[in-house]
């Protein structure tokens, strides 16, 4: 059973860097979200797909932030001219609307720090 | 935001004994789910509770729900080392049968059993 999937794992980069990030959800999920936690705080939404379409997005997602899900499958998260406040843990999950509907499972994260 | 509040914010417990964490919400929720962090890892889903259910178990957890009070507890019975962890409540705004919508996160209580 292959569970959700993110590369890197950490990534360091210099303020005003580009960075992208992929997410390989569970093969049959149809859903994909993204946070973002920062220490000592609970996960924030930015966004999620169903299949390749991008439903939603919150206002933590800056312009500097995009994120495309081109072919309903693995998801890519970028940053362009990154800083400082970005540095944090980038979580993806995964869920299905057919079957345990209601359950996200989410990946090991990609943690970035911006120097 | 953050939706939910955990309560307390660290908890320190000898293996043997029992564990609880409340978690207070603000807004109607579709339903409710726990989840499980080792520091510095991705988040395991331990239980999700909906909003017409009052207690739920698995193994040796235990939840109960409020929608009255907008208040949830987790239960970790007989303690053991490995389960020292950061425990996060979530509630999900979805509709029951479409899907997880999206998770709001408290910021989590910090675990500690000690062997």
């Known amino acids: 059973d292959t569970g959700v999937s993110q590369d890197p794992r950490h990534k360091i980069t210099k303020r005003g860097q580009n960075v992208t990030f992929r997410c390989d959800p569970i093969?049959?999920?149809?859903?994909l979200y993204w946070y973002r936690q920062t220490l000592g705080q609970g996960p924030e939404f930015l966004t999620y797909?169903?299949?390749?379409?991008?439903?939603?997005k919150s206002r933590l997602l800056s312009d500097r932030f995009s994120a495309e899900r081109p072919k309903g499958s693995f998801s890519t998260l970028e940053i362009q001219r990154t800083e400082q406040g970005d540095s944090a843990m980038y979580l993806c999950?995964?869920?299905?609307?057919?079957?345990?509907?209601?359950?996200?499972?989410f990946g090991p994260g990609t943690r970035l720090t911006v120097l | 935001s953050q939706q939910g509040e955990e309560d307390p914010q660290a908890l320190s417990i000898q293996e043997g004994e029992n564990a609880t964490m409340n978690c207070s919400y603000k807004t109607s929720i579709n339903n409710l789910q726990w989840y499980r962090q080792n520091s510095g890892r991705g988040l395991v889903h331990l239980i999700l509770i909906r909003s017409n259910e009052r207690e739920k178990h698995s193994g040796r957890l235990r939840v109960t729900l409020d929608t009255s009070k907008k208040s949830s507890s987790l239960l970790i019975t007989a303690s053991r080392a490995a389960d020292t962890a950061s425990y996060f409540c979530?509630?999900?705004?979805?509709?029951?049968?479409?899907?997880?919508?999206?998770?709001?996160f408290g910021k989590g209580t910090k675990l500690s059993v000690i062997p």
């Open positions: 093969s049959e999920h149809n859903r």
């Open positions: 999950a995964s869920s299905s609307t057919s079957r345990d509907t209601d359950t996200q499972y």
């Open positions: 979530a509630t999900d705004r979805g509709y029951s049968g479409a899907g997880s919508y999206q998770l709001t």
């Open positions: 797909f169903q299949n390749e379409a991008q439903l939603e």
